[in-house]
Structures are given as C-alpha cells and as structure tokens.
C-alpha cells in the first residue's frame, strides 16, 4: 500500500506564501511521479504541478511562476512552495501520486485559504 499525509495549509492573505509537505510511506517503489491536485466546490480535481524521478517538473499554466514543486533526495517528502498566492488559488491540496501513466495514490487534503 501506498499512504500520504499532506501538511502545511492555512489561511493566507493575497501576495503571501505557503509550502506544503507531504510524506510518503509503504510501497515508494510503485510511484513514478509524485505532484499535487486541487479541488474547489463545484470543479473537478486539477493537476496543479508534478515532478518526476528525474526530478523534471511541470506545473499547471495558472501557477507557473508562482509555485515550485520539489522532493527531497530519498523520495519520500514532497513540498509544493506557494508564492504570490491569489485568491483563485482557494482550494483543497492533495498530494498525489503516479504510477505508470495514471494518478493512482492521494492524500487526504489540506485547506488552502487566500484571502483579498
């Protein structure tokens, strides 16, 4: 099995940062990619940015620029550093990971707050 547990949400004003943590455990191997989702009332879940064994990133249009996706060297930390949040950033983060081609594996979300 493969467990995450993100942390690191709140409540934030506009132009402010946040980072987000999330540990991985139990069968590491399995994923290939590791990122980070978010879900708004109403929307469907998007991917907000990934990074990949080789440590290659990519993040969605609206965050580029803003967020910085990383891990660290073992693989089982992955951080999502916000900056210059926005309101429309308002959201619940999940950690998410990869195996193969598919977004297999998620954390239990954490709130992400921007106020104007």
């Known amino acids: 099995q493969v467990h995450l547990v993100e942390s690191g949400g709140g409540l934030v004003q506009a132009g402010g940062s946040l980072r987000l943590s999330c540990t991985v455990s139990g069968r590491i191997y399995l994923i290939n990619d590791m990122g980070w989702h978010r879900q708004t009332p109403g929307k469907q879940r998007e991917l907000v940015a990934g990074v990949t064994l080789g440590n290659n990133t990519y993040y969605a249009a609206s965050v580029k620029g803003r967020f910085t996706i990383s891990r660290d060297n073992a693989g089982n930390t992955v951080y999502l550093q916000m900056s210059n949040l926005k309101p429309e950033d308002t959201a619940v983060y999940y950690c998410?990971?990869?195996?193969?081609?598919?977004?297999?594996?998620w954390g239990q979300g954490t709130q992400v707050a921007v106020s104007s």
């Open positions: 998410s990971g990869k195996e193969f081609n598919t977004w297999t594996y």
